[in-house]
């Protein structure tokens, strides 16, 4: 597609339930990037893959948050057992090697109730 | 540690005017890169204008500039001639060590936004 795609774009969560995000990014992009916005605030880093590979999963914030991309193409973040907490918007961005710039979807907010 | 510092919660501007959208930042490495992305309310982050540390020239990409200050680490929007469509959050982030291949150097990290509302 032409733009970084995201789905859902709203997930209500009931509090202990598993979810997963998917995100589809720009083709031919081979760094993904996964951020958290909380409400009223700058986006935060979650974690970033090179391809398949995920080389930076220091922003994850527990072990409730687990990111895969097994073929290189989409990504699913997966939170287990949701808290209220983890109420945000979670962005996906895609890049170019060697490009500055990362281009971002329209995000999938995740209310926990 | 890196960090990105925006002291305008909200602007209020009339149409057609000039604004300047403030970001100060704090970093300890040499090379590294400064952007701005325009958030509307549909939730999209729309990448608007880069600046690296080592370009010598002011960053410009049609109504938008960037007035680059490396002395006083500051990197401020300016956006000529403002359209009610300009009415959005907008953030300031940045990336260090962009001309090495660093794990770190990958992640954006953002300010807490300015939001500015253009008035007819």
């Known amino acids: 597609g032409a733009g970084v795609s995201q789905s859902p774009r709203y997930k209500v969560a009931k509090r202990g339930q598993d979810v997963a995000l998917r995100c589809d990014p720009i083709?031919?992009?081979?760094?993904l990037f996964w951020y958290q916005q909380a409400l009223g605030q700058g986006p935060e880093f979650l974690t970033y893959?090179?391809?398949?590979?995920?080389?930076?999963k220091s922003g994850l914030p527990s072990d409730r948050f687990f990111a895969e991309r097994p073929e290189g193409s989409v990504s699913t973040l997966k939170i287990q057992r949701t808290q209220q907490e983890d109420s945000a918007v979670y962005l996906c961005?895609?890049?170019?090697?060697?490009?500055?710039?990362?281009?971002f979807g329209q995000g999938t907010r995740l209310t926990v109730v | 540690a890196q960090k990105i510092t925006q002291t305008q919660p909200g602007m209020f501007v009339q149409e057609k005017e000039a604004v300047t959208l403030d970001c100060t930042y704090d970093?300890?490495?040499?090379?590294?890169?400064l952007f701005w992305y325009k958030q509307p309310s549909s939730g999209e982050m729309i990448f608007l204008i880069y600046?690296?540390?080592?370009?010598?020239q002011n960053a410009t990409e049609g109504r938008y500039s960037l007035n680059f200050q490396k002395a006083r680490k500051s990197a401020n929007l300016v956006i000529s001639a403002s359209q009610l469509g300009d009415s959005a959050m907008y953030f300031c982030?940045?990336?260090?060590?962009?001309?090495?291949?660093?794990?770190?150097?990958?992640?954006?990290?953002f300010g807490q936004g300015t939001r500015l509302t253009i008035n007819p």
């Open positions: 600046q690296g540390s080592y370009d010598e």
């Open positions: 970093t300890s490495d040499q090379s590294y890169g």
């Open positions: 893959f090179q391809n398949e590979a995920q080389l930076d």
């Open positions: 982030a940045m990336r260090e060590a962009l001309y090495r291949t660093s794990l770190r150097a990958q992640k954006l990290v």
């Open positions: 083709s031919g992009h081979v760094s």
């Open positions: 961005a895609s890049s170019l090697p060697g490009a500055p710039e990362a281009f």
